[in-house]
């Protein structure tokens, strides 16, 4: 359930209103009265959403040029709708998902996670063969997105050489970029070297940017394994 001026108000009855009038559900400057879900149900909603990713290897073995086009366009579209929602122009559903899912760092700001999601998709399609490219964005998916999940809802050893990120959710990005590695390649040495290398880009305090860092340093690793 959502909390909007201390009253309890589900999912549904928030998008309705939100698409028939945005106004009462725009972000007020003071952040401390924002209407903040339950911080793991929203990173539930932001993984579904970044689990999409890897649809994106599979549309380009049936066409990588169209492929490419859709990510990009796509990127573009949600770049224009972003910045005008930071001016106040709602777009109906888009930019109530969009804060929806939004961390609490971004609340307010142009958030910029679905751009980073795409380039770093869009990257590696353009950069590496086909089978690698796969690697890539599904390390990206299900390494990286398995993480985040972990961190947030079994994250309790936090050391300081993990840059304070849970050594759970370290866990889960090998075991995520591992499985889906191996299910693509068949190749023992092929999935280890990619889940080590998507798990020590995770790792980097680089907040959303890992979503073109994770890809490119694992795609980069197995093509130079390969």
């Known amino acids: 359930m959502w909390r909007y001026g201390g009253f309890p108000i589900s999912t549904e009855y928030a998008i309705l209103n939100f698409m028939d009038n945005p106004a009462p559900f725009a972000e007020p400057k003071d952040r401390s009265s924002l209407p903040v879900p339950d911080r793991r149900?929203?990173?539930?909603?932001?993984?579904a959403?970044?689990?999409?990713?890897?649809?994106?290897?599979?549309m380009a073995g049936c066409n990588r040029a169209y492929t490419?086009?859709?990510?990009?366009?796509?990127?573009?579209?949600?770049?224009?709708?972003?910045?005008?929602?930071?001016?106040?122009?709602?777009?109906?559903?888009?930019?109530?998902?969009?804060?929806?899912?939004?961390?609490?760092?971004?609340r307010g700001r142009f958030v910029l996670g679905?751009?980073?999601?795409?380039?770093?998709?869009?990257?590696?399609?353009?950069?590496?063969?086909?089978?690698?490219?796969?690697?890539?964005?599904?390390?990206?998916?299900?390494?990286?997105?398995?993480?985040?999940?972990?961190?947030?809802?079994?994250?309790?050893?936090?050391p300081p050489f993990l840059f304070h990120k849970s050594l759970e959710g370290s866990v889960a990005c090998f075991l995520g970029a591992f499985v889906s590695a191996w299910l693509v390649s068949g190749d023992l040495r092929t999935a280890l070297t990619a889940a080590g290398a998507a798990t020590a880009?995770?790792?980097?305090?680089?907040?959303?940017?890992?979503?073109?860092?994770?890809?490119?340093?694992?795609?980069?690793?197995?093509?130079f394994l390969l």
């Open 49 to 58: 959403l970044h689990f999409l990713i890897a649809l994106s290897p599979p």
């Open 201 to 223: 880009a995770e790792l980097l305090p680089i907040r959303d940017w890992d979503n073109i860092i994770v890809p490119l340093v694992t795609g980069a690793a197995v093509r």
């Open 114 to 158: 679905p751009v980073t999601l795409g380039v770093g998709a869009f990257l590696s399609l353009l950069l590496f063969p086909p089978q690698v490219a796969a690697i890539a964005i599904y390390a990206l998916a299900f390494g990286d997105g398995t993480a985040s999940l972990a961190g947030k809802f079994f994250g309790r050893i936090r």
């Open 68 to 106: 490419l086009i859709f990510l990009g366009a796509g990127t573009l579209a949600y770049v224009g709708m972003e910045a005008l929602r930071c001016r106040g122009l709602r777009i109906p559903l888009i930019s109530f998902l969009t804060v929806f899912a939004s961390r609490r760092r971004d």
């Open 41 to 47: 149900r929203t990173e539930l909603v932001r993984k």
